[in-house]
């Protein structure tokens, strides 16, 4: 609902006359893993009628080069993106094709429960795949983006360098504490290491509200993976 005099701009916008950008374009394959999930989607003709009715659609049928450089038939490329995303999709084991139908995995499923990025899903199927040391597996989880909300404080590097310092410490990264996912990086370990309870219990609270924060994304990674 509107007044009769603002029309114009919202007929615009769904028209694709103004050409505003869409979140769905980043997010397309985390977003059609949740409609498969919850049942919206359960094949690639469902999954072209749900794109269909997003807000991405006008914008392409509008400025189809910008979204397709090598534009055939529009429809055509369109359903072999979604197809290609829907393949992408197995092969992380978030859905399969069961009887016919798409259905999201027990993976798929808590994805979408634990909120969980989809570059998350590839970072740990990647470490996995490639058997990864624990150190190069703690850093790439440190660097995911359910972590980018944990950042520096003031009063946080200087206890952080003490951390980093200490002799028990298992696993070393940059003790310059230059990219922020370094203290999740070491505040985990503190976390977990029982040898480092004495640094534990230094720590000052507004270190200790960001522990707090980490230890609830890092229930939702395990629950994702479990």
């Avoid at 869409?22 to 009628?49: P, V």
């Avoid at 090598?70 to 197995?90: G, H």
């Avoid at 707090?212 to 994304?217: A, C, D, F, M, T």
Wanted: with cysteine.
């Amino acid at each position: 609902m509107t007044e009769i005099e603002k029309t114009h701009i919202y007929q615009s916008l769904t028209t694709g006359k103004v050409h505003l950008k869409s979140r769905l374009q980043a997010h397309c394959a985390a977003a059609i893993c949740h409609e498969i999930a919850i049942g919206t989607i359960q094949s690639l003709s469902m999954c072209l009628k749900w794109f269909k009715s997003t807000f991405l659609y006008q914008p392409i049928l509008s400025h189809p080069t910008e979204f397709f450089p090598k534009v055939t038939i529009l429809e055509k490329d369109i359903i072999a993106t979604l197809d290609d995303i829907s393949a992408n999709l197995a092969r992380l084991d978030l859905i399969r094709e069961l009887d016919g139908q798409l259905k999201a995995t027990e993976l798929g499923i808590s994805l979408m429960h634990q909120n969980i990025a989809l570059p998350t899903v590839k970072y740990l199927a990647k470490s996995l795949e490639q058997a990864m040391d624990i150190g190069s597996l703690l850093r790439i989880l440190c660097q995911s983006p359910e972590f980018r909300e944990i950042r520096y404080s003031p009063g946080d590097k200087a206890c952080l360098h003490k951390i980093a310092s200490h002799t028990k410490l298992r696993f070393i990264a940059d003790r310059n504490l230059i990219a922020p996912w370094l203290k999740v990086f070491y505040l985990i370990q503190v976390s977990l290491q029982a040898d480092l309870d004495d640094c534990e219990a230094k720590l000052p609270p507004a270190i200790r509200e960001s522990m707090e924060q980490i230890h609830g994304i890092l229930i939702r990674l395990v629950k994702c993976k479990s």
